[in-house]
């Protein structure tokens, strides 16, 4: 089965900075890859995705760049700002009305 | 967008009781619904796949006699966590594909928090 793998697990960043977090799947056939924000104790909030047909996709802020040679995938954060501390969590699935696999999560700080 | 909610948003029970947990789409159908397991500062867990009509599919180390899912209906699938003890305590969040097959994106919850004293 598919398996995600996640970087960092905590990130500190001035507000301002930018931050990049970084996840790598297993299953080459994973074709679509979410990426969630998630604050303390509530759902997932879906920030941005990219299909695997797609090399990049922006949204203002953010950003997602996906290598399919590599399996890897980031996400992009710039000019942060207090309000983006959260937990971020990417995904991965395989088929249309599949289950996703989930990284293990970054914890993001952004200190004023 | 698609909206599921929960039901209850939080529980609390005794030892060796049952909790039943209500995930329902509100404005969409889904014959098919996923329950995740979160504990603190941990990702979210697959339990197992709902799939209305039929059983669950459940996920390996996942026991299926103690997480009873029912997919009763297109907007409402239901999990009971059966004979509930301390290590059961968790943050529960099912989630739903959207209405459109093509739209790849699955709508979460805002989950269940249970806690066995």
């Known amino acids: 089965g598919e398996n995600v793998e996640q970087h960092p697990s905590t990130l500190s960043v001035q507000e301002g900075d930018s931050a990049v977090i970084k996840c790598t799947y297993s299953d080459s056939a994973s074709n679509y890859f979410p990426w969630y924000k998630q604050e303390l104790g509530k759902r997932p909030q879906l920030i941005i995705d990219?299909?695997?047909?797609?090399g990049e996709k922006k949204d203002q802020r953010i950003a997602v760049t996906l290598n399919k040679t590599a399996k890897h995938f980031s996400l992009h954060i710039t000019e942060t700002q207090p309000e983006d501390s959260a937990v971020y969590f990417c995904a991965a699935r395989t088929d249309s009305w599949g289950k996703f696999q989930f990284g293990a999560g970054t914890q993001v700080v952004v200190t004023p | 967008g698609a909206v599921v909610s929960q039901h209850p948003s939080w529980v609390i029970c005794k030892s060796g009781t049952s909790v039943k947990i209500e995930c329902r789409s509100l404005d969409f159908q889904a014959t098919t619904m996923f329950w995740y397991r979160q504990f603190p500062k941990q990702s979210l867990m697959l339990m197992a796949t709902s799939n209305e009509g039929s059983k669950a599919t459940y996920e390996q180390g996942v026991e299926k006699d103690k997480f009873l899912i029912n997919h009763a209906s297109l907007t409402l699938s239901t999990l009971t966590v059966t004979s509930a003890h301390p290590e059961d305590s968790s943050f529960y969040i099912c989630?739903?594909?959207?209405?459109?097959?093509?739209?790849?994106?699955?709508?979460f919850g805002p989950g269940t928090r249970l806690t066995v004293l």
């Open positions: 989630s739903a594909p959207g209405r459109d097959f093509l739209n790849n994106e699955q709508f």
């Open positions: 990219i299909r695997s047909n797609v």
